[in-house]
């Protein structure tokens, strides 16, 4: 079975950085659209990044500035870079993949104030 496994997420305090990653050791994902989304407790999914096959990235107004996606498919990796983060960055990151209609299980990010 295929799977998307984040890692990275933890606690920080506002202002602080994370980096979180997504891979899977089953198949390669550099044909597939890759993104993060997240979602707070009591609210819904919310797309925060994305970036093409070709490295064409694009992010949320609310994120813009603060996170960068990037990807290595040498490593068969998708990383959010998030920088000054903030506590209304709270929430659970998923990854998705699109050509595989795969989403990850989620890690838990927490920006302390």
């Known amino acids: 079975q295929v799977q998307l496994v984040e890692s990275g997420g933890g606690l920080v305090q506002a202002g602080g950085s994370l980096r979180l990653s997504c891979t899977t050791s089953?198949?390669?994902?550099?044909?597939?659209?890759m993104a993060w989304y997240r979602q707070a407790t009591g609210k819904q999914r919310e797309w925060v990044a994305t970036?093409?096959?070709?490295?064409?990235?694009n992010c949320a107004d609310s994120v813009k500035g603060r996170f960068t996606i990037s990807r290595d498919n040498a490593m068969n990796t998708v990383s959010l870079q998030m920088n000054n983060l903030k506590p209304e960055d709270t929430g659970v990151y998923y990854c998705?993949?699109?050509?595989?209609?795969?989403w990850g299980q989620g890690t838990r990010v927490t920006v302390s104030s």
């Open positions: 998705y993949a699109d050509i595989l209609n795969l």
């Open positions: 089953r198949v390669p994902i550099s044909a597939n659209t």
């Open positions: 970036i093409t096959s070709g490295g064409r990235t």
